[in-house]
Structure formats: structure tokens, C-alpha cells
């Protein structure tokens, strides 16, 4: 007990948060380092490619709160039948790669496309910059409905009750009463999308839209290493910008307290399952239909259910260590402008494009010799990508903590080890939980950093998926497909049943019966 | 619609048919090929590990699943991946003083000029590149496929005499090209051509042409654009035109080739030993048998370069058509080709 209270104690985080920083910074440090002498100027860069990447960008970051804050506010908030359930589906598309989505909808929509060809009525076809928009957003709306779902569930209700007692309608009162509040979790869902709209490539090309990440891949591709991280340091730019204007937004500190629940009539609720249908439909049932499809004419072959294992269990390992690293991050960053700093770098990673990234962490993986291309060194590289989904939702809950109830602590006699574990722990545990969620499935849907750094033979969905992509075999992509869907899901129910201790009624409960018993 | 062909004949064969029964090869085999049986080799045993560049069509999956099959002793471990980022990775390992990988096969010709030049590559035996065609004998790597450049065309608008037979006259033509500039294979191509006619003239060449042309993601785009007459004539690679035809005989899509200049390039994936001595080194010897070499020609449609063994079948004689003989290691200068295109304005 008494270990725990020097453990806990709130000045270790700084140097806890600087190591960690340090880690998670270290691939950014590798592409520095391999970027000196860029043979390329940017100067014959086309401004249409900044302009392209730019639009894109901001079209789908837009969109992706356009869908994911009504999601978040559906799923935080309303008591629908089968529960966690709905939160499970619509989160699940974060880990189906966006370029097996770009595909299906390339594949069904169109003249001569799959939908056609059975119904035989003609639709739209999807490419350009619409396409690319549109895939984007269905692949990146979870980020803003996770995070966005964890700050309006640690706010407590009260104000809305109020608020209706005066006569404010119920959506007038989410919009005016409750969003607001939520911003923090809004903007960090954001900013993620936008990072992660920066850096992916499959998307644009398989649209045929022209962005930066092209002229980055050709570079890497004709083994211009130095001009690939060159350029990707250039994107990092951008990146900067945007970690600027998020860090403008911030929250203020609230009580806790507990959440809004509303009871909706069959009717509202047959209403709500109806709009959210499209979204499922499109993100997760689309791309399995299409493989399905595929299936049927080709036939199957050559999978192995043991890479759906390896998967899972990698993705929950890097989950659980990546909300380990957050916990100090986040901490250090709702307490002043040098922790803000530390968790602002930890975010540059997210922004490089996958392969160069990948590249990067080989670098890194090589001064640990003895961990190289092992399943330890695989996690940790998951951990120096994603750890800025962690930090994002852990701090966007963490600092709207209210500091009386920890001072009422202290007052009580609590030492910082009890106070984490009873007041802080359990009152971020929705942040935490997003948090893990979220690197769980990027971790899932991860693909260079596995091709290059797990342990050889060590074969993932994702990896099998890009294999088939590849090699034209489409039809063997619907078993890994569903399987990354089931996966995923049993994954989330796990995370989101660690939620249930959150619940602030519990933990008042707890901790009155601890009083009782002392 | 056509897709869904193409892969259908890709899918259609399996490990089986790499290494079918002696009875069933004698027929299809050429008596005068040089080439070594599978049933001359000496079995392998021992760990090996290979770094695949992604392979075409997925069939080399099924090349090195017939090669575990046959020998039970040998503990393949394989890391497949994008070809640059595991010549790469190759390059990182080296430097940090450490070997992963004992074989590195890659698609382009690019990848192991970059790992060539690291110095990290052991030589082949004289025995081992003797078997391959005299132009593709290399001490440090050995060619295992080729694929020749074409220009695909439309049937239903042109007629064979229609397409230029020199690269050089194709913007005066006056035909909507197809092109995939983005794509390792059309760079290498340009490469070749700055090689053959210089810096000036291929500019030119490109300048011109792009004012004509429409761009594609990939070769494949291409050669399905050609044949839904989006465009009359495409730059792409032999096989993705055979692919489509095999899957679909009444595409209308047909392959042109150019004489003795970049248009009609032979190209080539390879494979090259990092370590582990002989047990690599007999390995790449299995890839070099006539059974692999014909798989790859019936099933994937590339050219064997193994002497003396068939085209594979819609191929018309090598002879005739007069690929530029070019050293395909100097196709790794990709850095002038690349800063050309961008002056151009086409990439």
C-alpha cells in the first residue's frame, strides 16, 4: 500500500511523460535523420496536389463529425434495445482498411459496377474527390464517435435537466447544453481524422484523386527513401498547424456526475434504427457483400483462422499498452503548457503515410536487436503509432475533472496512489476505454508496420487481406472481411464491459461502502 | 465485368500443377531446353528465409508452396511485402549490422539494383546463370521471369497496321493513349528511353504524347481502358493484356509491339542470395527448373528467361520483335526519369 503511494505520486508522470514522448517521437527523429541532402525541391510540385489534399481533408473532416456527433450522442445517450450492441457495429468500420472500402464501393457503384450488373439499376459511380470524400468519412466517423461518446458521458446531467425544466426543447438542450461541453472530445476526434486523412494513400488512388501522399509514394517507390521522408516532413506541416489550432480548444473543468439517459417509444427507436441502417450498411455490409459475391464465383482457398488470433491478440496487447503510456501523457497535459507540449509531439506520428512510417520504425526496431521482428517489438511499434488515439480521448475526458473531489480525497486522508485509483481511474475510465478502443481497432486494420516488424511467417488479417488485394484474388477477402468485423466486435465488447465501472453511481457506491467498512 | 475473368483463370490453378507428374511434362517440354528437371536437383534442408516483393497474380505463393512440398527437410520462413519497402528494410538490417533475410525475390529490377549496391549479395555460381539466356546473365542476381512492353489496342477502332511499330512515332499517330505514369513498370520504361535516345528527346516524347493521353492508376487500368475503348492504344506490360484475353477471348484488346527500341523493353523480376551459402543458392536453382519456368509461362504468362524454353502461348518470336538489349541494373537511375516526368508535367 505504501509502495503504491510513492508510486503514484504526481511528479513522476512529468518524467514518466517526457520518456514517453520521447518513444513515441522517435520515428518522426529516424525520418529527420534520413531526410538530410532531398535531392527533390518542391518547386514543381502543382499547387492542384496541396489544393486536392487540403479539400479532402476538410470535406472529410466535416463529414466525419457530421456522422459521428449524432452517433455519439445516439450511443451515450439514448437506451436502445440490444444495447452496446449498436455501439459495436458503428465502430467496427475503423478497423476495415479504407482501401478495401475505397475498392467494394468502386467495385458496386458506377456504370458496369456489381450493382448494377444485379439490379440493373445504374448508379453514380464513385471516384474523384466526392469518392475519396465519401470513404474517407465512412472509415474515420468512429474516431469523432468514440471520443465525442466519452466526453458526453462524463458530463454530468443536471445542466440538461435544468435546462428542459425551463422549457428548452431536447434536441435545442443536447445542441446548446451538451454539445458545448463535448467540444474537447469533438476536437480530438477531429483532429485524428483529419491526421489520419493526411496520411493514407490507398484511398486517393484507388479514386484516382491526385494528393500529396502520391508524389510521397512514388518517391518511396523508386527507392528515394530520404525523398519520401523529405516530403513526409513537409506534410508534417500541416499536422503542426492542425495540432495548433486543436490545442486552442479547450474545456472547462465540471463535477461529475450521472449521464443523461433517455427512453425513446418503439416508434423513435424502429426512427433511429432506420438512420443509423445506411451507415452499417455501407461501412460493413457493402464490402462484405461484395467479397461475398466474389467468393461465390471464385471459390476460396489458403486462409488460416489462427491469423484472425494473431490479429486480436496483438491489436489487445498494443490497446492495453497504449492507454498504459496515455494514462501519464494525458495527465501531464491537463496540467500546464510544458505537458501540453510532451502530448502535442506524441500526435506527428500519425500524420506520416503508412509506409514511410513503417520504414521508419525498422530503424528504430534495429537498436533493440535482440527484439527485432518479434511479436514485443510489433506491439511497441503499435504503440508509437497509435498512442496519440489513446492520449486524445484519455486527456479530452481527464481534464474536464472537477480537482475538489480529488482535494476532498486528500482531505479525507487518501494518499496520490488511492486518490488515482478511486477518484481519477474510475472517472476517466470512458476516456480510457475509447482510448483503447480506438488504438484496438487501428491496430487491427494496421498494415506496414506489420508487413515489416512482425515476427516472420506471422500473418494478420490485414496482412492476408492486402495479400489477396494484391494478388486479384478478391473473393478471398470475404472470410478475413467478416472475420475482422467479428473480431473487432468481440474485442469492443470486451473494452466497452470495462466501461460499466465507470458508472458514477458505482463508484460513489464503492466508495461509500470502503468508508463504512474503515 | 471483365475483372472478375481475369481472375477467375488466375485462381484456377493451384500448387498441384507446378510440379505435375514426369509423364505430363515430357509432352510440353522441348527437348532441346537446356534447362534442369526438379528431378536433378539435390533435395533442400535447413532454415531458410526469403523477403517476397509482392507477387504478380499471386502465383508465386503457389511456386513456393510446391517447393515446401517437395522438400520437407527445408523450413521456409517467408516475410512478403512491398518490394521497396523490404529492399529497404534490407538496407536498414544491413546497416545495423544484422541479416534477417537469406533470399530477397523482388518484382523490379530496381529493388535489387538498390540492394546490389549495398553490397550485400553473394555471387552466383558460373553453373547457375549459364542456364539463364545470355542476355540476362548476371553475377549478383539471377532474372527469374521477363515481361516484355507493349502497346495494347483496340480491335473494334483499329487494325494492327493502324499502330506505330516505333515508340518514337506514337504522338504523331494521332490515337488517345493510355498511360499509367505513376506506375514502377511505365517508369522503367522511361528510364529505358532516356538510356536509348537521350534526355532531350525522351522529354519531347513525352510532352507530346501527354497531351494525348489519359492517366491510369495501374497497367491493368490501362489495358481495360484500351479494351472498353476508352482509349485506342495503352503503354503496359505483355501480361495483363494475355490475363484479360485468357479470361475473356472476346475482349477487344490486342498486343502491338514496337521494334528494337524502349517500347518493346524486356524487363525482368529476380531473386537474389543475401546468405546462408548453398542452401540459398540451390534454392534459386529450383526457380530456374523447366517445371517453375513453364508454370510461371502457362499460368502467369511471363517469358521464361531460362534458354531455350516456350514463350508463353499469344507471344510472337523474340527474335522479331528485337527488345534494345540494355543492362536492366542500370534501370535502377530512376532519380533523372522521375525529375524528367515532373519537368514534363506528367507526373
Same mark, same amino acid.
Given at each position: 500500500?505504501?509502495r503504491?503511494?510513492?508510486?503514484?505520486?504526481?511528479?513522476l508522470?512529468y518524467?514518466?511523460?517526457?520518456?514517453?514522448?520521447?518513444?513515441?517521437v522517435l520515428?518522426?527523429?529516424?525520418?529527420?535523420?534520413?531526410?538530410?541532402?532531398?535531392?527533390?525541391?518542391?518547386?514543381?510540385?502543382?499547387?492542384d496536389?496541396?489544393?486536392?489534399?487540403?479539400?479532402?481533408?476538410?470535406?472529410?473532416?466535416?463529414?466525419? &463529425?457530421?456522422?459521428?456527433?449524432?452517433?455519439?450522442?445516439l450511443?451515450?445517450?439514448?437506451?436502445?434495445?440490444? $444495447?452496446?450492441?449498436?455501439?459495436?457495429?458503428?465502430?467496427?468500420?475503423?478497423a476495415?482498411?479504407s482501401?478495401?472500402?475505397?475498392?467494394?464501393?468502386?467495385?458496386?457503384?458506377?456504370?458496369?459496377?456489381?450493382?448494377?450488373?444485379?439490379?440493373?439499376?445504374?448508379?453514380? =459511380?464513385?471516384?474523384?474527390l466526392?469518392?475519396?470524400?465519401?470513404v474517407?468519412?465512412?472509415?474515420?466517423?468512429? !474516431?469523432?464517435?468514440?471520443?465525442?461518446?466519452?466526453?458526453?458521458?462524463?458530463?454530468d446531467?443536471?445542466?440538461?435537466?435544468a435546462?428542459?425544466?425551463?422549457?428548452?426543447? *431536447?434536441?435545442?438542450?443536447?445542441?446548446?447544453?451538451?454539445?458545448p461541453?463535448?467540444?474537447?472530445?469533438?476536437?480530438?476526434?477531429?483532429?485524428?481524422?483529419?491526421?489520419?486523412?493526411?496520411?493514407?494513400?490507398?484511398?486517393?488512388?484507388?479514386?484516382?484523386?491526385?494528393?500529396?501522399?502520391?508524389?510521397?509514394?512514388?518517391?518511396?517507390?523508386?527507392?528515394?527513401?530520404?525523398?519520401?521522408?523529405? +516530403?513526409?516532413l513537409q506534410?508534417?506541416?500541416?499536422?503542426?498547424?492542425?495540432?495548433?489550432?486543436?490545442? @486552442?480548444i479547450?474545456?472547462?473543468?465540471?463535477?461529475?456526475?450521472?449521464?443523461?439517459?433517455l427512453?425513446?417509444?418503439?416508434?423513435?427507436?424502429?426512427?433511429?434504427?432506420?438512420?443509423?441502417?445506411?451507415?452499417?450498411?455501407?461501412?460493413?455490409?457493402?464490402?462484405?457483400a461484395?467479397?461475398?459475391?466474389?467468393? %461465390?464465383?471464385?471459390?476460396?482457398?489458403?486462409f488460416?483462422?489462427?491469423?484472425?488470433?494473431?490479429?486480436?491478440?496483438?491489436s489487445? &496487447?498494443?490497446?492495453f499498452?497504449?492507454?498504459?503510456?496515455?494514462?501519464?501523457?494525458?495527465h501531464v497535459?491537463?496540467?500546464?503548457?510544458?505537458?501540453?507540449l510532451?502530448?502535442?509531439?506524441?500526435?506527428?506520428g500519425?500524420?506520416?503515410?503508412?509506409?514511410?512510417?513503417?520504414?521508419?520504425?525498422?530503424?528504430?526496431? *534495429?537498436?533493440?536487436?535482440?527484439l527485432?521482428?518479434?511479436?514485443?517489438?510489433?506491439?511497441?511499434?503499435?504503440?508509437?503509432?497509435?498512442?496519440?488515439?489513446?492520449v486524445?480521448?484519455?486527456?479530452?475526458?481527464?481534464?474536464? +475533472?472537477d =480537482?475538489?473531489?480529488v482535494?476532498?480525497?486528500?482531505?479525507l486522508?487518501?494518499?496520490?496512489?488511492e486518490?488515482?485509483?478511486?477518484?481519477? +481511474?474510475?472517472?476517466?475510465?470512458?476516456?480510457?476505454?475509447?482510448?483503447a478502443?480506438?488504438?484496438?481497432?487501428?491496430?487491427?486494420?494496421?498494415?506496414?508496420?506489420?508487413?515489416?516488424?512482425?515476427?516472420t511467417?506471422?500473418?494478420?488479417?490485414?496482412t492476408?487481406?492486402?495479400?489477396?488485394?494484391?494478388?486479384?484474388?478478391?473473393?478471398?477477402a470475404?472470410?478475413p472481411?467478416?472475420?475482422?468485423?467479428?473480431m473487432?466486435?468481440?474485442g469492443?465488447?470486451l473494452?466497452?464491459?470495462g466501461?460499466?465501472?465507470?458508472? !458514477?453511481?458505482?463508484?460513489?457506491?464503492?466508495?461509500d461502502?470502503?468508508?463504512?467498512?474503515? | 465485368?471483365? @475483372?472478375?475473368?481475369?481472375?477467375?483463370?488466375?485462381?484456377v490453378? $493451384?500448387?498441384?500443377?507446378?510440379f505435375?507428374?514426369?509423364?505430363?511434362?515430357?509432352?510440353?517440354?522441348?527437348?532441346? =531446353?537446356?534447362?534442369?528437371?526438379?528431378?536433378?536437383?539435390p533435395?533442400? =534442408?535447413?532454415?531458410?528465409?526469403?523477403?517476397?516483393?509482392?507477387?504478380e497474380?499471386?502465383l508465386y505463393?503457389?511456386?513456393?508452396?510446391?517447393?515446401?512440398n517437395?522438400?520437407?527437410? *527445408?523450413?521456409?520462413?517467408?516475410?512478403?511485402?512491398?518490394?521497396?519497402?523490404?529492399?529497404?528494410?534490407?538496407?536498414?538490417?544491413?546497416?545495423?549490422?544484422?541479416?534477417?533475410a537469406?533470399?530477397?525475390?523482388?518484382?523490379d529490377?530496381?529493388?535489387?539494383?538498390?540492394?546490389?549496391?549495398?553490397? *550485400?549479395?553473394q555471387?552466383?555460381?558460373?553453373?547457375?546463370?549459364?542456364?539463364?539466356?545470355?542476355?540476362?546473365?548476371?553475377?549478383?542476381?539471377?532474372?527469374?521471369?521477363?515481361?516484355?512492353r507493349?502497346?495494347?489496342?483496340n480491335t473494334?477502332?483499329l487494325?494492327?497496321?493502324?499502330?506505330?511499330?516505333?515508340i518514337?512515332?506514337?504522338p504523331?499517330?494521332?490515337?488517345?493513349?493510355g498511360?499509367a505514369?505513376?506506375?514502377?513498370?511505365?517508369?522503367?520504361?522511361?528510364?529505358?528511353? @532516356?538510356?536509348?535516345?537521350g534526355r532531350?528527346a525522351?522529354?519531347?516524347w513525352?510532352?507530346?504524347?501527354?497531351?494525348?493521353?489519359?492517366?491510369?492508376?495501374?497497367? +491493368?487500368?490501362?489495358?481495360?481502358?484500351?479494351?472498353?475503348?476508352?482509349?485506342?492504344?495503352?503503354?503496359?506490360?505483355?501480361y495483363?493484356?494475355?490475363r484479360?484475353?485468357?479470361?475473356n477471348?472476346?475482349?477487344?484488346?490486342?498486343?502491338s509491339?514496337?521494334?528494337?527500341?524502349?517500347?518493346?523493353?524486356?524487363?525482368?523480376?529476380?531473386?537474389?542470395?543475401l546468405?546462408?551459402g548453398?542452401?540459398?543458392?540451390?534454392?534459386?536453382?529450383?526457380l530456374?527448373?523447366?517445371?517453375?519456368?513453364?508454370?510461371?509461362?502457362?499460368?502467369?504468362?511471363?517469358?521464361?528467361?531460362?534458354?531455350? %524454353?516456350?514463350l508463353?502461348s499469344?507471344?510472337?518470336d523474340?527474335?522479331?520483335?528485337?527488345?534494345?538489349?540494355?543492362d536492366?541494373?542500370? %534501370?535502377?537511375?530512376l532519380?533523372?526519369?522521375?525529375?524528367?516526368?515532373?519537368?514534363?508535367?506528367?507526373l
Open positions: 500500500m505504501t503504491g503511494r510513492q508510486v503514484f505520486r504526481f511528479p508522470a518524467p514518466l511523460a517526457l520518456g514517453i514522448a520521447l518513444v513515441a520515428p518522426v527523429m529516424v525520418l529527420i535523420i534520413l531526410a538530410v541532402d532531398p535531392a527533390t525541391s518542391l518547386d514543381s510540385l502543382n499547387a496536389l496541396i489544393i486536392n489534399t487540403l479539400l479532402l481533408m476538410v470535406i472529410t473532416v466535416i463529414g466525419a &463529425l457530421g456522422i459521428g456527433v449524432p452517433l455519439a450522442l450511443t451515450a445517450y439514448v437506451q436502445l434495445p440490444l $444495447g452496446r450492441l449498436w455501439l459495436i457495429m458503428l465502430a467496427a468500420p475503423l476495415m482498411p482501401y478495401i472500402g475505397a475498392f467494394t464501393l468502386y467495385a458496386a457503384f458506377g456504370s458496369g459496377g456489381e450493382i448494377e450488373n444485379i439490379t440493373g439499376i445504374v448508379t453514380p =459511380s464513385a471516384s474523384g466526392f469518392g475519396a470524400a465519401v474517407m468519412i465512412l472509415y474515420t466517423y468512429p !474516431f469523432v464517435l468514440l471520443t465525442t461518446r466519452a466526453s458526453l458521458l462524463s458530463l446531467a443536471s445542466l440538461i435537466h435546462a428542459r425544466t425551463l422549457g428548452l426543447p *431536447l434536441l435545442q438542450c443536447l445542441w446548446r447544453v451538451a454539445l461541453r463535448a467540444i474537447t472530445g469533438m476536437a480530438a476526434g477531429g483532429l485524428l481524422v483529419a491526421l489520419y486523412t493526411l496520411s493514407d494513400f490507398g484511398t486517393p488512388a484507388i479514386m484516382g484523386l491526385d494528393t500529396f501522399t502520391r508524389v510521397i509514394y512514388v518517391e518511396y517507390n523508386a527507392f528515394g527513401l530520404s525523398q519520401a521522408a523529405f +516530403l513526409s506534410l508534417l506541416t500541416i499536422v503542426g498547424l492542425l495540432l495548433f489550432l486543436d490545442s @486552442r479547450t474545456a472547462t473543468p465540471e463535477r461529475p456526475g450521472r449521464s443523461l439517459m427512453w425513446p417509444s418503439p416508434g423513435q427507436i424502429l426512427c433511429l434504427i432506420l438512420t443509423v441502417l445506411p451507415v452499417i450498411g455501407l461501412t460493413l455490409l457493402l464490402p462484405l461484395i467479397f461475398t459475391l466474389w467468393l %461465390l464465383r471464385e471459390g476460396t482457398g489458403g488460416d483462422v489462427r491469423y484472425a488470433w494473431n490479429s486480436t491478440y496483438a489487445l &496487447l498494443a490497446a499498452a497504449a492507454v498504459l503510456a496515455a494514462l501519464p501523457v494525458a497535459a491537463s496540467r500546464g503548457a510544458f505537458g501540453r510532451l502530448e502535442r509531439v506524441t500526435y506527428f500519425f500524420g506520416v503515410p503508412g509506409i514511410v512510417m513503417g520504414t521508419a520504425l525498422v530503424y528504430v526496431g *534495429l537498436q533493440l536487436p535482440a527485432y521482428q518479434t511479436l514485443g517489438l510489433l506491439v511497441l511499434a503499435y504503440v508509437m503509432r497509435f498512442l496519440p488515439l489513446a486524445g480521448s484519455v486527456r479530452s475526458t481527464a481534464e474536464k +475533472l =480537482s475538489s473531489l482535494k476532498a480525497a486528500w482531505v486522508g487518501a494518499g496520490p496512489g486518490v488515482f485509483r478511486r477518484i481519477t +481511474l474510475p472517472l476517466s475510465m470512458r476516456g480510457i476505454v475509447a482510448g478502443a480506438l488504438v484496438f481497432l487501428e491496430g487491427m486494420r494496421e498494415l506496414p508496420a506489420t508487413l515489416l516488424l512482425a515476427p511467417g506471422f500473418e494478420t488479417l490485414s492476408y487481406l492486402w495479400r489477396v488485394y494484391e494478388a486479384g484474388y478478391f473473393g478471398r470475404a472470410i472481411g467478416l472475420l475482422l468485423v467479428l473487432s466486435g468481440l469492443l465488447a473494452m466497452f464491459s466501461e460499466g465501472r465507470a458508472e !458514477f453511481a458505482t463508484v460513489v457506491q464503492k466508495t461502502t470502503k468508508l463504512a467498512k474503515k | 465485368m471483365k @475483372r472478375r475473368h481475369f481472375v477467375k483463370t488466375a485462381a490453378s $493451384g500448387v498441384a500443377a507446378v505435375p507428374g514426369m509423364a505430363g511434362l515430357a509432352a510440353e517440354t522441348v527437348a532441346s =531446353s537446356a534447362a534442369v528437371s526438379v528431378e536433378q536437383l533435395p533442400l =534442408s535447413g532454415e531458410l528465409t526469403l523477403y517476397l516483393g509482392r507477387g497474380g499471386g505463393e503457389n511456386v513456393l508452396q510446391a517447393i515446401e517437395r522438400n520437407p527437410d *527445408l523450413n521456409l520462413s517467408i516475410r512478403r511485402g512491398p518490394t521497396a519497402a523490404l529492399a529497404n528494410a534490407i538496407v536498414a538490417e544491413a546497416e545495423a549490422g544484422i541479416r534477417r537469406d533470399l530477397f525475390w523482388a518484382v529490377s530496381g529493388a535489387i539494383g538498390l540492394v546490389a549496391d549495398a553490397g *550485400l549479395v555471387t552466383l555460381p558460373n553453373d547457375l546463370t549459364a542456364q539463364l539466356q545470355p542476355t540476362f546473365r548476371y553475377s549478383h542476381w539471377a532474372p527469374i521471369t521477363g515481361r516484355i507493349t502497346l495494347p489496342f473494334a477502332e487494325t494492327p497496321g493502324r499502330v506505330p511499330d516505333a518514337m512515332e506514337v504523331d499517330s494521332g490515337l488517345r493513349v498511360w505514369p505513376a506506375y514502377a513498370a511505365f517508369q522503367s520504361f522511361v528510364t529505358a528511353m @532516356r538510356l536509348l535516345e532531350q525522351t522529354a519531347d513525352l510532352q507530346r504524347t501527354g497531351s494525348n493521353a489519359r492517366d491510369y492508376a495501374g497497367e +491493368l487500368g490501362v489495358v481495360m481502358a484500351v479494351e472498353r475503348g476508352e482509349v485506342d492504344i495503352g503503354f503496359a506490360n505483355h495483363y493484356t494475355l484479360l484475353k485468357a479470361g477471348p472476346d475482349a477487344k484488346v490486342a498486343l509491339f514496337t521494334r528494337n527500341d524502349a517500347g518493346c523493353l524486356v524487363n525482368a523480376s529476380g531473386i537474389m542470395a546468405g546462408n548453398e542452401l540459398a543458392v540451390n534454392f534459386i536453382r529450383y530456374l527448373t523447366r517445371e517453375v519456368q513453364n508454370y510461371l509461362s502457362t499460368e502467369a504468362y511471363e517469358i521464361p528467361l531460362v534458354d531455350g %524454353l516456350a508463353p499469344g507471344l510472337p523474340l527474335k522479331t520483335v528485337a527488345p534494345p538489349d540494355i536492366l541494373t542500370r %534501370l535502377a537511375d532519380r533523372p526519369t522521375l525529375d524528367l516526368m515532373r519537368d514534363v508535367g506528367v
